[in-house]
């Protein structure tokens, strides 16, 4: 699996916008771009995913750059109940393996 | 619907021993995955089973094993248990197998190994 690289952590304000980079440099043509989080003591949820178009759905938005060499996970108003690590993956579609393979993530701190 | 469940939350085990968890995924889902996460690892696949068959393996040694029924719950079993088996052991479920779906996840069982 192509490789990501994260920021270790990163902190943002409540109810501000929050902007997770991702980097996949190697990243194929064919790979899909999937973001998940761990909260604290839980297991990981899934957050987004996209290929090449920028993504929206209720819990955030995901922008990728039109070299797909990046992308940006967005979370548009931070909440303290968003504080969690961020994991960017990218996922290989013409396998069938459903497997993810991690990276170290982001670990955001949202305070008042 | 109800989520992922694994059993049990907690466990502490004594080095040379053995250790089942069990994995029940969400109804209808039958593909199920195990993690392991560790503080300096991270979270590392251990493998998959879809129709009660193992279709992918991490790189873990072969004290661990798994299997998984035809009501599509899942085992998993580590042998001669040791001191760097502690681990969160989280189990995660999807309708089908393949990279598009949706990964679901339990809150994991944290096993101690003294």
């Known amino acids: 699996d192509a490789k990501t690289t994260q920021p270790n952590s990163m902190e943002s304000n409540e109810e501000e916008p929050v902007h997770l980079p991702c980097n996949h440099s190697?990243?194929?043509?064919?790979?899909?771009i999937h973001w998940y989080r761990q909260l604290p003591s839980q297991g990981p949820e899934y957050v987004i995913h996209?290929?090449?178009s920028n993504v929206n759905n209720r819990m955030a938005s995901l922008a990728i750059a039109e070299d797909r060499k990046s992308s940006t996970l967005i979370l548009h108003r931070a909440t303290l109940r968003d504080a969690a690590v961020y994991y960017c993956?990218?996922?290989?579609?013409?396998?069938?393996?459903?497997?993810?393979?991690f990276g170290t993530g982001t670990r955001l701190q949202v305070t008042l | 619907k109800a989520g992922v469940t694994q059993t049990p939350r907690y466990l502490i085990k004594t080095r040379g021993q053995q250790v089942t968890l069990s994995c029940s995924p969400i109804?209808?889902?039958?593909?199920v995955s195990w993690y392991q996460q560790t503080p300096g690892q991270g979270l590392q696949f251990l493998f998959e089973?879809?129709?009660?068959?193992?279709?992918n393996k991490g790189n873990f040694p072969g004290r661990f094993s798994g299997r998984q029924f035809s009501n599509s719950r899942s085992e998993m079993n580590v042998s001669t248990l040791e001191l760097g088996d502690s681990a969160l052991y989280l189990c995660?479920?999807?309708?089908?197998?393949?990279?598009?779906?949706?990964?679901?996840f339990g809150p994991g069982t944290r096993l101690t190994v003294l």
């Open positions: 996209g290929l090449t």
């Open positions: 109804s209808g889902h039958r593909s």
């Open positions: 995660a479920s999807s309708l089908v197998r393949g990279p598009y779906n949706e990964q679901f």
């Open positions: 190697t990243i194929s043509g064919t790979d899909y």
């Open positions: 089973y879809f129709s009660e068959t193992q279709r």
């Open positions: 993956i990218l996922r290989d579609p013409t396998g069938t393996a459903s497997k993810l393979t």
